[in-house]
């Protein structure tokens, strides 16, 4: 039979290893504790609730011309703009020249280092801390923005959280102002270069006119056209005539040779007429007539389009002056900030025992790392 081994007695290793868990767990976790409930400051959350909205009502002009896209509108970077802008220096700066935000967070250094500023901050120390006791979520998809503000009092939260309301509606202001400028002023440069378009446009047909001596084409070909319907219904009558002539008289009647004498000339006329439309020079500068209708539809062209571009141009400035004359973008604040009747942070009763999950994991990943080196060496 083998022997009955005896009672396990504490070694020094075992020793070793609770004072490992009271130098590495209950030691900091009792002083964490102490900080959180003698040290530690409480402090007061306020929170506010917003989004950036553009004006959906559509103008008299955007909806016979459908010409709202010429002049921009608002999209989803609004939002993005106004995220940054909360994080940003230039918002810890305005909300230190309106609430002296270092003298509040800093009135408990001595005591509270963890949850405070030291009193000589600079205002890169202070946007840093401001990423502490502001707390932004945003949602993407709806483009709805909450927003945390954490103070010693329910009072100075509150006033921040309205600073970054107030703040968040200028810049938002600012930015339809700027939107407003804007539009305008590309507008009025699309506009001065319409009108400048459709002046060059109606000076080339001016100087076209002038060049050629003729105010119209079409309507000097339609006149030359006339002649030749004239001749042949003169050609008509010459034909009409002889056929009655060969009837009553010989064909050596001199009649009879005046008559076809009379219907070769006018078939001659008829024919030089025609060649005129291709090869005569109708112009003092040798200019034919399909050149002539080539370079006189293309500058009709250039006018007709210079005439589009204009018109477009103007309405395209009477919407921007309609949008200008409403807000476009605004901020909705779905939730006003709230005014807090208790003291929220540092929520100490979910700190600890997270604190203690760490430090037991540290602890344990010691102890298994100082063992394996032990077996082993």
């Known amino acids: 039979m083998r022997p009955v081994v005896g009672r396990a007695k504490i070694q020094r290793r075992h020793s070793a290893l609770f004072l490992s868990l009271v130098l590495i767990v209950f030691a900091p976790l009792l002083i964490i504790t102490v900080y959180l409930y003698v040290f530690a400051q409480d402090q007061y959350a306020s929170n506010t609730g917003f989004t950036v909205r553009s004006d959906e009502t559509s103008s008299a002009s955007e909806l016979v011309g459908g010409l709202s896209s010429m002049v921009g509108g608002s999209s989803s970077s609004d939002t993005d703009v106004l995220y940054a802008f909360i994080h940003s220096q230039q918002m810890v700066e ?9 003298t509040h967070y800093s009135q408990h250094w001595s005591t509270d280092p963890v949850y405070s500023i030291w009193p000589d901050a600079t205002i890169e120390d202070l946007l840093w801390f401001w990423q502490r006791v502001v707390i932004v979520s945003y949602d993407q998809s709806s483009g709805l923005m909450d927003v945390q503000v954490r103070a010693h009092t329910a009072e100075f939260a509150q006033q921040v959280a309205e600073e970054i309301v107030a703040e968040s509606e200028a810049m938002i202001n600012a930015l339809n102002a700027q939107s407003r400028r804007d539009s305008i002023a590309n507008a009025q440069q699309d506009l001065e270069g319409a009108l400048e378009r459709l002046r060059s446009a109606r000076e080339e047909l001016a100087t076209f006119r002038a060049r050629t001596q003729i105010v119209d084409p079409q309507a000097d070909i339609a006149g030359r056209m006339g002649v030749i319907n004239g001749l042949q219904s003169t050609l008509a ?7 009655l002539l060969l009837q009553t008289t010989a064909e050596n009647d001199p009649r009879v040779r005046q008559a076809e004498r009379r219907i070769e000339v006018i078939r001659e006329r008829i024919s030089e007429e025609r060649r005129n439309f291709a090869t005569q020079d109708v112009t003092v500068f040798d200019t034919d007539y399909p050149r002539l209708i080539a370079q006189f539809e293309a500058l009709m062209v250039n006018q007709e389009f210079a005439e589009r571009t204009y018109t477009a ?11 200008a004359d409403r807000q476009s973008l605004y901020l909705a604040t779905y939730v ?17 025992p997270l604190y203690g999950f760490f430090l037991l994991l540290a602890w344990g990943a010691f102890a298994l790392v100082f063992y394996s080196l032990r077996d082993r060496g």
Not at 237 to 243: F, G
Request: no cysteine; glycine share 0%.
């Open 94 to 102: 305005r909300a230190q020249e309106a609430l002296d935000i270092r």
């Open 237 to 243: 009558e010459a034909l009409v005539e002889y056929d």
């Open 313 to 323: 141009a103007l309405e395209a400035l009477d919407v921007a002056r309609s949008n």
């Open 336 to 352: 006003r900030p709230t005014l807090a009747q208790r003291a929220e942070y540092p929520q100490r009763r979910t700190l600890i």
